[in-house]
């Protein structure tokens, strides 16, 4: 008895095998890289010419690669130290600016095993540094945006129609709304109005003095509005982490209304917040005089200047920019071209406007939450500023340049015209940022207990169950290469807490093997024979090892559901560890049991 | 025979009045007294949960705090706690929540006026969370354990029967609250992986309780006779060994955690080592006490027996 059909044994040895080739990967260091691809979205392919022009820069440097990879993707250079690669990297950043150019630590994995699909496990922002934040998406300011807008297009539409109002207002509750002295006039305005805005719902409103109606975003666009204010600030997000120039960003949703942003590798925190949360933008207005058709602003110098209402341009239509040096007067200028639409509305405007002077306003929305008296206050700014006044020498269209700006300035706002503006502005709620050194102590710290740990076990299981401990010591250690395989192979997020959770999981799983041993030992007491011993021992003890593992399971579980970033990786390193030790500590150890004692006459047991 | 002479059975009396009483005694006070720390004292809860700013800085010469402190003094931030992090080259800044800072931008500030100072200093981290998050994170915690607490209850229930059940969640109860007391009691920080650890606690006591259990049903059927108390007892002892090696085999990792696995990871290896302290103490002495108490008997585990969990299986194989 006691003994493993053929097959058993063979099935067993290939998934340890697997298994094995799959943990490789992880043996292996990092090469300092540099990674190139096309920015988000754009269908720029990498091919020969792209290679060959990275090569020359290359050559100019006296660098050579240690290798090259190209994908469709991208192109990765790998270098032997770091010192090259940032050389390499400063003198591409600027040869190559149509693409991004990020720094990478890419993994020194063989080629056969990248064939197998073979990955290192992913590293959790905690032991490879980077920065974590959680951006909140503020959607009251984006609503009061949008019924600001309602406004001036409700004046238009009912002065078109000729329904004469009295008041077309955003209250301070919220909502848009109309006044009427006249209920006919008012339901007739309310009638047409709903008819052109289905995604509004109306109210009326019957004062002693007046009609009103309310209108107000309907539960069901209120939720749509939401989804494209989070997915139009994500698609903007990943065109500004693009320019950052961040190798393996992640940018997620979360929840409702928020953003998860992970930039690996990160280090200057201070930039990736002012352009991630940046909400700048601009506007193109025609000068105007104190009167209805004008409304006030400010310009930079301190002074106030008034610009007409109507808008020429805004942010949303110009198509590319970029910071330049103004050839005239030599100083910091954004040289913009708009798309189609603006271009042909700006020709229109200026053509007629000649010799008459037109503003750029630059427009930021800021939001913060402060905390006076133990009640939180949302501060909602928006800065409108006035930066240039030039007069229209004549008519334009698509390109031109705007200058009135400092140079970091410029630099800053032709990135936020390029990737877009945030439509809404965001808030950081959460930042977590990890510098490289910590990161590198911490996998240190962490493999070194986890080592000292296994050590400690082995060496006190040995002594106690002599051969048999002998058995499960290399089940466990089995256990920790099944561990690591399926970490890499699903590419779960390894960090400090998750390294903890294998250091738990090897302390749990000799408990699988300690429940049968001392099982076999009491059998052995019991009077049993050996071999009869070792069969009741295993098969007793599982119902015990299946139930205690499920209820820690059950902890692992909620632990990952609930959990977010370190803690998520302690639930996912102990539930997958409980699960590999019930392979290993139970049909690993027998198997090999089998192999050893299995249908052979035993005196008495090792155990 | 070859019965080795390293195996053996003890035969103490967990389950005796006398016991259970003291059990019972030195449970309720240490309950009381943790409660009572976190009525008075509360948690000193890290800013995962309370929101603000946490930088940490590293010097590359020891630095003296008073110097670290003037520094910050110059930029307005007089309400920082400014402390060493494990060595002298360490230092720890908190920050509340700013009324008058704009709280993302805190960090950069920060860094720049210890720059400014004559060390050359690293950043090492920054924390930071907003208060909306920090109660979400609060909220979300308990419910958290709160489900673990749910989970266990029907899978013990399912798995034995309802007061085995209530004994073994009594039980876990247990133990997160002596942790929490100590964490209370110590003023150690209380952040979110100590949190996690807690969890893994109650995952790792009950897995204790439950193997007690299993004999427990294992021994009900097979010795017809016996007063269940006894058979109680006799299982409990029946399983010391295991309890003991297994608690000791993971304080033997967790120990190696404390000492080598970093300042970043203390909290959470303290907890661990008093989770599987108490958590095993628990499982010996409350479980089954708790499920005596609340009239546990045979016969309610009779209908959910599984056969194969009897002794069919040495039986029918002897060779």
Redesign the interface.
Known sequence: ?NQYPLWKYTLIAVVLLVCTVYALPNLYGEDPAIQISPPYAHNIAIDDSTQQRVEEVLKELKLTPRRIDRTAGQLLLRFSDTEDQLKAYSALKGKLPDYVVAQNLAPAVPDWLTALGAKPMYLGL?LRGGVHF?M?IDMQTAIRQDEERFVQEFRAVLREENLRYQDVQRPQQGGVLVSYTDAAQRDKAAQLLSERYPELVKKNIDRSDGFDVLFNYSEKTLKEVKDTAVEQNITTLRNRVNELGVAEPVIQRQGEDRIVVQLPGV?D??RA?EIL?ATATLEFRLVGEDGPNSQPYKTRDGGKIWLKRSVIVTGDQIGTATSTMDQRTARPAVSVRLDSKGAKRMYETTKENVLKPMAVVFIEYKV?????DGK?IKNREKKQEVINVATIQEAFGQNFQITGLAQNEAINLALLLRAGALKTPV?????????P??GK??IQ??W???L???L??MI??TF?YKQFGIVANIALMLNVVVLISLLSLLQATLT??GI??I??T???A??AN??IF?RI????????????SI??GF??AF??IL??????????V??FS???G??KG??VT?SLGILTSMFTAVMVSRAIINWFYGGKKL??LPV | MSARSSYRVFNFAFLSKKTMLIAFIISGLTILLSLGSLATRGLNFGIDFTGGTLVEVHYKNSVDLVEVRSALDKGGYDDAVVQYFGTSHDVMIRFGLHSDKNSDTLSNEVMALLRNGNQEVEMRRVEFVGPQVGKELLVDSSLAVFYVLIGVLIYVAIRFEKRFATGAVLALLHDPILILGLFSITGMEFDLTVLASILAVMGYSLNDTIVIFDRIRDNLLKLRKGETVDVMNLSINETLVRTLMTSFTTLLTVLALFFLGGKMIHGFATSLIVGIVVGTYSSIYIASALTLKLGASKADLMPTIIPKDGEQATTDNRP
Do not use: H, W
């Open positions: 008895m905690d959680l909140a280090q925190t201070a917040k949360g913060d939450t402060k905390v006076v939180e808030e950081i709620v959460e930042e977590r940022t990890i510098g050194s910590l102590e911490s710290q962490g070194n207990s986890v000292a740990g296994f400690l076990v006190y299981i106690r400090m807490p903890a959770g250091l738990l090897i302390g749990m000799i408990d300690v429940l001392e030992r009491e059998e052995i007491c019991n009077g049993n024979s050996p071999q009869a069969y009741a098969e007793k119902a015990t139930d205690s593992n499920i209820t820690t399971l059950i902890a692992g909620v632990l609930f959990g977010t370190p803690v302690f639930a102990l005196e008495k």
